[in-house]
């Protein structure tokens, strides 16, 4: 048995602080002092005392788990390019399936299940032989911001970012969603990526975050 991140639970390091993301509580932490000693001689494979790693597995960080001891930070290459510069044309059968996986992304938020509906995602990503093609990721995801401003939903990054990678999913195509954050003010963001391009919000929003949690 070793310790590894709670389901729902991302970190990154940025300007010299530890953060972590619960979606399970909709919370960031800051880990400072003997907790974030702990966290790292844990990390490092350094002897810790129970007393520490009980403390972390009660904050809700980390969790005993069959395998190794594994606590990675979250890593993904944020791409330069986006879509604001691609056309696409209105499409109803695309508005009908954003108007539904918006109304299913609400749902997940207000319900507080969204560590849950993650997991699931993931591991439907894992399993499935799903279509990365660059062309059909661009497509869809361009329609989809065609035809986004007919559905009487306020946009936020993490409502469209969670609609659009159901509605990828649904045909077969898999895309990244990443989490981000920055201090100093701090903010939060959430966005949708192929390898190559952000497929919702711009490049140059994305990259003023650094990746706390990836899924697919």
């Known amino acids: 048995m070793g310790w590894q991140l709670a389901e729902g639970v991302g970190f990154c390091e940025v300007d010299d602080e530890l953060v972590f993301l619960d979606l399970r509580r909709d919370k960031y932490i800051a880990l400072r002092g003997g907790d974030r000693t702990a966290f790292e001689r ?12 009980t403390g972390l597995a009660h904050a809700g960080l980390i969790e005993r788990r069959d395998g ?15 879509l604001t510069a691609a056309e696409a044309r209105f499409s ?14 609400g749902r997940a938020i207000r319900r507080q299940n969204m560590a849950a ?11 499935a032989a799903l279509n990365t093609s660059e062309a059909a990721l661009a497509s869809a ?18 409502i469209d970012a969670l609609a659009l990678d159901d509605i990828l999913l649904r045909r077969g195509l898999a895309a990244t969603l990443v989490f981000g954050v920055r201090l100093n003010p701090f ?13 919702t919000g711009t490049a140059a929003e994305a990259r003023n975050f650094t990746p706390i949690m990836v899924v697919g």
């Open 68 to 82: 190794a001891t594994v606590l990675q930070p979250a890593t993904v290459p944020v791409p330069v390019a986006d």
């Open 92 to 105: 109803p059968a695309m508005a009908c399936s954003a108007a539904i996986a918006l109304r299913r992304a």
């Open 42 to 53: 844990l990390r490092a494979g350094t002897p810790t005392s129970s007393d520490d790693m």
């Open 187 to 199: 903010a939060a963001h959430c966005w949708l990526q192929s390898s190559r391009a952000i497929l």
């Open 117 to 127: 509906a993650l997991a699931a995602s993931a591991l439907r990503k894992e399993r």
């Open 141 to 158: 995801a361009s329609r989809y911001a065609a035809c986004r401003w007919a559905i009487p939903v306020e946009p936020r990054c993490l």
